[in-house]
């Protein structure tokens, strides 16, 4: 049935970050038409797109002047932070939303998809509760226990996220959490602290008219709720795969539609703890940049056009690690890419970001290795080596 796919089809990718970029530069070499959209002109994706648009996707009325002027096939959203009422109206006007309108909807908060998993489909996550208030947040701190982790319902990139050690640094984290959380809401989730062994990120490939499919585990590091190296393939046991892959599936199967999910788990003795997921490529899965035939932008467009996936081969070790900005800065130039390409199985993507401040994740340096410790070191090494200045 494959055969009956017509191609090019217009995409609009809302959101046109470093993810973005990558997925860009997979839809463009199939031939596709491609609108990027963010909140700020010359976003990396839109150096790779057909054309762009700078609005506010979390207001409706900005979403349906775009779409009424682009008419996309399909709209496949890159970030969170997105008005998902307006996404299911287009959804029920024939557009095709990835992966599907209501999954946007509950992957939008935390708290949404949280329920799902933990009430609905009874899959094990941290202990948690939720806080409207500094007061509500006190209560439930005290039922959670301490240390836990304290994170707005709506954010990404660990924005206002903080390890509370104990009850006099409740208040600390309330603020910080309101003061880092995404449009309008006050809302907290306050999560039991999971001492894991490892953490990974399971790549799970929903598709229209064929099979789900997994990609090997990547294992992850996070420093402030943010990652820093990622490394394919995890290091874990043959059933703790298989019980992440039966979780992954059961969430995806819940959420609908088609395209890759970045489903994470934290990894302990004896337990595999769902944590949450993205319903689109994952930051830490940058890694199949250099350890996978098909990279997971390529996966993520393969499977929302409905496009054959015969296999997926990993190349062995591989890792990646972020290059981070330390500085508030307009005008950016890198130097010490030479130095760190000079290194044999090692490149480096610099997203183009016009502008910078403090961790903001600017490039990502990739490598393969004999084994993961080589593959994470060679990749933390050339990372160090690119330096903005
Ligand atoms: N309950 C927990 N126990 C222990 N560590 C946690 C817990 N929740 C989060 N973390 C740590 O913080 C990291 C970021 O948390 P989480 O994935 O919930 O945030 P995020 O803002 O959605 O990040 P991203 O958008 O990058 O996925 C996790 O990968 C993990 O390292
Ligand atoms: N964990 C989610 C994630 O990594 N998202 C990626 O970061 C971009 C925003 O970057 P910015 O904050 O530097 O603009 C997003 O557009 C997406 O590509
Ligand atoms: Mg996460």
Not at 63 to 76: F, G, M, N, R, T
Request: with cysteine; glycine share 6%.
């Amino acid at each position: 049935m494959h055969n009956e796919i017509k191609l090019p089809k217009k995409l609009m990718l809302l959101g046109a970050g470093e993810l973005g970029k990558e997925f860009v530069i997979a839809a463009q070499r199939l031939g596709n038409y491609v609108i990027a959209v963010d909140r700020y002109p010359n976003a990396p994706a839109m150096q790779v797109a057909d054309c762009s648009e700078v609005i506010s996707m979390l207001s409706g009325d900005d979403l349906e002047a775009i779409v009424s002027k682009h008419q996309p096939d399909l709209i496949i959203p890159e970030i969170e932070a997105i008005r998902t009422e307006k996404l299911v109206e287009f959804e029920q006007r024939g557009i095709i939303v990835i992966p599907t309108a209501a999954a946007t909807n509950y992957t939008m908060n935390r708290d949404r998809i949280r329920d799902l998993a933990n009430e609905q489909l009874n899959i094990r996550t941290a202990r948690y509760g939720y806080a409207n208030s500094l007061e509500e947040l006190r209560v439930a701190a005290d039922l959670i226990g301490f240390p836990n982790v304290l994170k707005p319902v709506m954010s990404s990139s660990g924005k206002g996220q903080s390890v509370v050690q104990n009850k006099d640094e409740v208040e600390q984290a309330w603020n910080y959490a309101i003061a880092n959380s995404r449009g309008d809401t006050q809302k907290v989730i306050v999560e039991e602290f999971i001492n894991f062994e490892i953490e990974i990120t399971l790549l799970t490939i929903k598709q229209w008219n064929a099979p789900t499919i997994y990609c090997e585990p990547i294992g992850h590091r996070q420093e402030r709720g943010d990652y820093q190296e990622s490394w394919q393939p995890a290091e874990i046991s043959e059933d703790k795969i298989l019980k992440a892959q039966e979780i992954a599936k059961k969430v995806t199967d819940a959420l609908g539609g088609a395209g890759i999910f970045g489903v994470e788990f934290f990894i302990t003795k004896n337990e595999v703890i769902f944590s949450e997921l993205s319903p689109r490529p994952h930051d830490t899965g940058m890694v199949t940049l250099i350890s996978q035939n098909l990279n997971e932008f390529e996966l993520h467009l393969r499977a929302v056009l409905g496009l054959p996936i015969p296999n997926i081969e990993q190349f062995g070790p591989s890792a990646s690690a972020v290059i981070l900005a330390s500085e508030k800065s307009d005008s950016i130039t890198y130097t010490g890419v030479a130095d760190a390409l000079a290194q044999k199985d090692v490149d480096i993507k610099l997203f183009g970001k016009p502008s910078s401040h403090p961790y903001r994740r600017m490039g990502v340096a990739l490598a393969k290795g004999v084994n993961v410790e080589e593959a994470r070191e060679k990749a933390t090494s050339a990372a160090s080596k690119v330096k903005l200045v």
